[in-house]
């Protein structure tokens, strides 16, 4: 080394996500011309909607494209509020709906908004890798509740105060539908988590990402359970929008000051142009609902093939777009078996290790956000690969 420079906080010493490097791995075959079915990435495989599109068009032709308030634009937090009348009938009051740089900045400032250094917040597993990162690197401490089939996947009352008995926790964050697994928590279990929360006194932040993406199993936000509950959401998955970086939280009134200024702060305001865009994007509602409708039908083919090749135990896919699926039939490693499964088939899939570091390696994330064409490609690739190896 040249200089006599400090080392890397001790913060940022956080775990990678290993879908990069399955996303690496991809880019390379196909730099090589070689074809990839992209089953590993979790976003839709479908452009915004045109509405989404045109609106910005219209911006990008007029005037400047400047800072909004660091809350977002008045218009777009006021159909937000709508959206919770007409989805839920749930009243939410506009003036405690922040617009965001997508879900990730709302975790970012509701975890310093309201915990401390060392503050311990109870995550599930398996679950999405960024809340027990970006907790950590936020000096925050993530308490894992890991989830089985005997409870449906979800997380329940007891772990909440088995977790909180051991040493206090000061959050619970719960996920419906849940990345990796597609759980979807019921509306009784949601309140009964709520109401364990309000007990312990806990803060509830609840991450409603995939809502709008259920098929069949019905969808409740936390507010309507628990007024005081910390949502979040985002444009990215059921509006298609994950590049444009928009999402939004809502919080109880004693958050709303300190949300603000630390919104001020650290991003100023979410991006104009994709706040026009995510406005828009909220009359496209038959358009989106055709997408979804693609999803159900990419669903149906993959519940009924991947218990057919040996993929024994698949999880409830009751929302999301993922099949997480074992593949303790053909390996116990499934970071060599996705390897493998790129290097032979093409089929890039996610190994589970990011949602859960324990037990991922007996796990295999499949997205299903694709076209119909590259599940089809999938399912008989899967087909030839698995029978190769019973
Ligand atoms: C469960 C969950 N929450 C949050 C995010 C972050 O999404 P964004 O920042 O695009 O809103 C993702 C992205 O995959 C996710 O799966």
Partial sequence: MSRNQPAPSQRSNISPFIVMDVMRAAAEREASGAAVIHMEVGEPGSAPPLAAREAVMRLLSGGPVGYTGAFGLPELRARISRHYQDQYGVAVDPERIIVTMGSSAAFILSFLAAFDAGDRIG????????????????????????????????????????????????????????????TVISRNALSELAQTARDLGLWLISDEIYHGLTYGAGETTALAVEPDAIVINSFSKYWCMTG????????????????????????????????????????AGPEL??????????????????????????????????AYASVQRFSNDSKAFAAKLLAETGIAAT????????????????????????????????????????
């Avoid at 398996?126 to 970006?134: F, I, K, Q, S, V």
């Avoid at 991922?360 to 030839?384: N, T, V």
Wanted: proline content about 10%; charged content about 20%.
């Fill in 244 to 283: 444009w970086r928009v999402g939004w939280m809502v919080v109880p009134e004693r958050l709303l000051r300190p949300v603000e200024k630390l919104a001020q702060n650290l991003f100023i305001s979410p991006p104009l142009p994709s706040q026009v865009a995510a406005l828009a994007a909220f009359d």
């Fill in 289 to 322: 609902e055709l997408i979804k409708a693609g999803y159900a039908d990419n669903r149906a083919a993959l519940m009924a093939a991947l218990p057919d090749m040996g993929f024994d135990e698949v999880l409830p896919m009751d929302g999301a777009f993922y």
């Fill in 351 to 390: 190994p589970g290790h990011d949602f859960d570091p324990e037990d991922g390696h007996r796990y295999l994330r499949f997205s299903y956000a694709g076209k119909r064409e590259s599940i089809e490609a999938c399912i008989a690739g899967l087909r030839a690969f698995t029978a190769k190896l019973r």
């Fill in 123 to 182: 995550v599930q597993i398996p679950g999405y890798p960024a809340y027990r990162n970006t907790t950590a690197a936020l000096d925050l401490v993530p308490v894992s509740l890991r989830t089985s089939a005997a409870t449906r996947w979800t997380p329940t009352p007891a772990q909440v105060r088995e977790a909180h008995a051991q040493a206090p926790l000061k959050g619970l964050l719960v996920a419906s539908p849940n990345n990796p697994t597609g």
